[in-house]
């Protein structure tokens, strides 16, 4: 089968660092997404992964490794705004979208 | 700067209605999706459009229908409500397929008793 790994919740700082991991199994592998989800509120984008490496956007960077099925999200500087669920999502062969059930992250003062 | 839209936004069902979930966008976007999101569960996806009169089944097709007639709007049809079919369902669409960006719309609540 394909599945997405994510931790269910995570809790951090105001103004620290943190990461949030994805590892997967997909048939296939044509590109990673990351979103962010406020509650209740739809998904957004945040960022794309189809090579080896890390994507610096701002505050947020997220890495990809092919070979280990595996990819992080990190936030710097955070904020209370940061408070959200992140889903990381996979592009199979098939150009389907494979979601992850997301990570909860609360940000505490 | 209407992107995706859906309406309801909260809608209760009693068990055995039907009911339409109404998706436009005006982002000239050639793909459009139906997914449902549970708690604790990774979206799913419910039926795509590749086109205008094109539609397909996604992982979680039973209790629905769909239909294409226009680039712009792509409706979701329940049919005999189930307690099942209680989630929130985001309609989103893609300018090509599922490896470029999606853009959801705010959602809809749905809950049938």
């Known amino acids: 089968g394909q599945n997405i790994d994510q931790p269910t919740e995570m809790t951090a700082t105001e103004g620290a660092i943190v990461q949030i991991n994805c590892t997967y199994q997909?048939?296939?592998?044509?590109?990673l997404f990351w979103y962010q989800q406020h509650a209740g509120e739809a998904p957004t984008f945040l960022s794309y992964?189809?090579l080896d490496g890390l994507e610096e956007k701002g505050r947020f960077s997220s890495f990809l490794s092919r070979s280990k099925g595996y990819s992080y999200l990190l936030l710097k500087e955070l904020q209370m705004k940061d408070s959200a669920s992140y889903l990381c999502?996979?592009?199979?062969?098939?150009?389907?979208?494979?979601w992850g059930a997301g990570t909860k992250l609360i940000i505490k003062p | 700067n209407a992107g995706v839209t859906q309406t309801p936004k909260f809608r209760i069902l009693k068990i055995g209605q039907s009911m339409t979930l109404q998706c436009a966008q005006d982002?000239?976007?050639?793909?459009m999706y139906w997914y449902r999101q549970d708690p604790g569960m990774g979206l799913k996806l419910i039926y795509y459009?590749?086109?205008?009169?094109?539609?397909d089944k996604g992982e979680v097709p039973n209790g629905y229908n769909v239909s294409r007639s226009t680039t712009e709007d792509f409706p979701l049809r329940l049919e005999l409500a189930a307690p099942s079919q209680t989630s929130v369902y985001f309609c989103?669409?893609?300018?090509?397929?599922?490896?470029?960006?999606?853009?959801f719309g705010e959602g809809s609540w749905l809950t049938v008793v």
């Open positions: 999502a996979v592009v199979n062969s098939n150009y389907q979208l494979i």
């Open positions: 982002m000239n976007h050639n793909y």
């Open positions: 997909t048939s296939g592998f044509n590109g």
């Open positions: 992964n189809v």
């Open positions: 989103a669409s893609s300018l090509q397929g599922e490896g470029n960006t999606i853009y």
């Open positions: 459009s590749v086109g205008a009169g094109i539609t």
